[in-house]
């Protein structure tokens, strides 16, 4: 059993230097300093209290450094909505750009007045900017979403009559992890039935196979099959006239679990994410609202949702080795941090949101390695060059290592961030690797060796059918695929051994994992297929796993979900 992460209650405080950072406070047992004053070979005091949060009546931000802020927090009290973005009154706000014929300079000096079609107005949202920020507000319908095709009232009946039980599940199990939404928000909206229907659908669907009471879960099983049949339809018909909840309905849509796993890419998935990012600049999510003048709730709201788009966008890129749609010049929302969840239910969701801001981290290095790897330009860039770059990144991704993860192997949601930075260091070595084998392969083959023992030991053991993020089934795939690539090149009979006994062990990990969850059998599935072929290459013996067919894995989800 890997050793699972301490709980560490509030009492547990950080250390004066971690507070003021506002960063986590990791101290190994016994020892007299934490990691971060350690390594800053400074004394490790505890003799300030929690710093007081101001509560301003507007909108303030203190800033060091242009692109990096704080928000500070507003009063929990309801904010004023006439000049929200988001409004569920029949009508949306979309952003106009810049570049188009509708010029946001021109429409400033204009003011605040009906278009020519008089059912269009537009919405200045800085007023002391250089750049003006504008919004066209259009009558829903005539953007045809076909509003008709939703009922809210259909999706909470077929989720009767565990509807209750079943949000707090996904509450306490998938928001916990993946923290998209806010649950007081949430339950205002649903009392005041301006949430849609999609979103609705969307939780149901992502929270039922973890729902406690199987015997339910097998009943409803054509309920929550017809829900996510539903989605599907409906969200790109929504996307026409999107909202946040359209895009908080298509994040959770895309981490629907599959019902079948094949051998292949995810059906749709990287379309749906084109349309999740056109959804978001539609609505200006990559444009940082600091200074705009809507509430408080919208703009932490808005910040938060563009980096979870972001985060989606870039290791969907590498997973399904796709240019990514979201470049550095493209947006301007700044560093996110834990002050953009302090809302009233922010305690219940805090490993969830520092789990987040590590992983926001690890895929800002990651963008760089799809950058200065894998765009068809760097592909002709010089050995030296490249090996630089890469040991560059691979320092930044064992800073974030050694600054932000916990010091023991954490289990539950935190397998997912551990996961996803093994992928990126391996995926960062395999970069370097293949610019140069020969030249390249003795400084990097200790350091992806390393990293992969560390991984297998976490994985040893683990017991854990939570939720994972829906780019983790990749990352396990290109985990194996990265060690089977270093376990071919060996140049050495040592090196060799070495790494056939991580393969190995690798494999004896996912296919003990595959009994638990279903996020590791496509990993399990290709990784078989190479390792066997390796095997008939080298004349060695590589164990055979029979694997089903598509044809009786449907028949079997057919028959345990009662169809």
Not at 290 to 312: N, Q, S, T
Not at 344 to 361: A, H, I, K, N, W
């Amino acid at each position: 059993m890997a050793e699972t992460r301490k709980y560490r209650s509030r009492k547990s405080r950080p250390c004066d230097f971690c507070r003021r950072r506002r960063m986590a406070c990791l101290k190994k047992e016994k020892a007299d300093k934490c990691e971060g004053c350690g390594l800053r070979n400074q004394s490790c005091t505890y003799t300030t209290g929690p710093i007081k949060k101001k509560r301003p009546d507007s909108w303030k931000v203190e800033t060091a450094n242009p692109c990096i802020f704080r928000l500070e927090r507003r009063p929990d009290v309801a904010p004023a909505e006439n000049n929200a973005l988001e409004l569920h009154n029949g009508k949306t706000s979309l952003f106009v750009g810049f570049s188009g014929d509708r010029d946001p300079w021109l429409l400033r000096r204009i003011g605040e007045a009906a278009g020519a079609d008089s059912g269009t107005t537009y919405l200045l949202k800085n007023t002391s900017a250089q750049t003006p920020i504008v919004f066209a507000m259009h009558p829903t319908e005539y953007l045809e979403p076909r509003p008709g095709c939703y009922e809210v009232d259909a999706v909470r009946e077929a989720a009767k009559p565990v509807e209750d039980s079943l949000l707090e599940t996904y509450f306490s199990v998938v928001n916990s992890s993946y923290p998209i939404m806010n649950q007081s928000v949430f339950y205002e909206e649903l009392r005041n039935g301006t949430i849609s229907a999609t979103l609705l659908a969307s939780m149901y669907v992502v929270a039922y196979p973890f729902f406690s009471d199987k015997s339910v879960v097998e009943k409803k099983a054509a309920d929550w099959f017809k829900l996510s049949d539903f989605t599907a339809r409906a969200l790109p018909l929504e996307q026409g006239a999107s909202t946040m909840q359209t895009v908080q309905a298509t994040l959770l849509k895309l981490h629907e679990r599959p019902m079948i796993i094949r051998d292949a890419n995810f059906p749709r998935h990287w379309v749906q994410t084109a349309s999740l990012v056109a959804s978001a600049q539609e609505l200006g999510l990559h444009i940082d609202p600091v200074g705009w003048d809507i509430p408080w709730r919208e703009k932490a709201m808005r910040r938060r949702l563009w980096w979870l788009i972001y985060v989606h966008d870039k290791w969907e890129s590498l997973g399904l080795s796709r240019p990514s749609h979201i470049h550095s010049d493209d947006f301007s929302v700044g560093e996110i941090s834990e002050s953009d969840y302090e809302e009233s239910d922010y305690e219940d969701t805090v490993p969830g949101v520092q789990m987040f801001l590590v992983m926001v981290r690890l895929t800002k290095v990651l963008s760089e390695l799809l950058t200065r790897f894998y765009t068809v330009k760097a592909l002709q860039r010089p050995a030296e060059e490249s090996m630089a770059i890469g040991i560059e990144l691979l320092n930044r991704i064992d800073a974030i290592d050694t600054m932000y993860f916990p010091v023991a192997s954490p289990a539950g949601p935190m397998a997912s961030l551990v996961l996803a930075k093994t992928t990126l260091a391996l995926s960062c070595c395999r970069s370097i690797l293949y610019t140069d084998t020969d030249a390249c392969y003795a400084s990097l083959t200790s350091r992806a060796l390393n990293y992969c023992s560390e991984f297998n030991v976490f994985l040893t053991g683990l017991q854990f059918d939570g939720f994972w993020w829906c780019y983790s089934q990749m990352n396990f795939s290109i985990v194996g695929t990265c060690m089977l690539a270093f376990y071919v090149i060996a140049q050495s009979k040592v090196d060799g051994e070495a790494w056939k006994s991580q393969v190995e062990c690798y494999r004896n990990n996912l296919s003990a994992l595959a009994e638990q969850t279903h996020v590791t059998q496509l990993a399990l599935m290709r990784f078989d297929a190479l390792y066997e072929r390796i095997g008939k290459r080298t004349g060695g013996d590589v164990p055979k796993r029979v694997v089903a067919t598509d044809e009786d894995l449907f028949g079997e989800w057919l028959a345990n979900n009662g169809f």
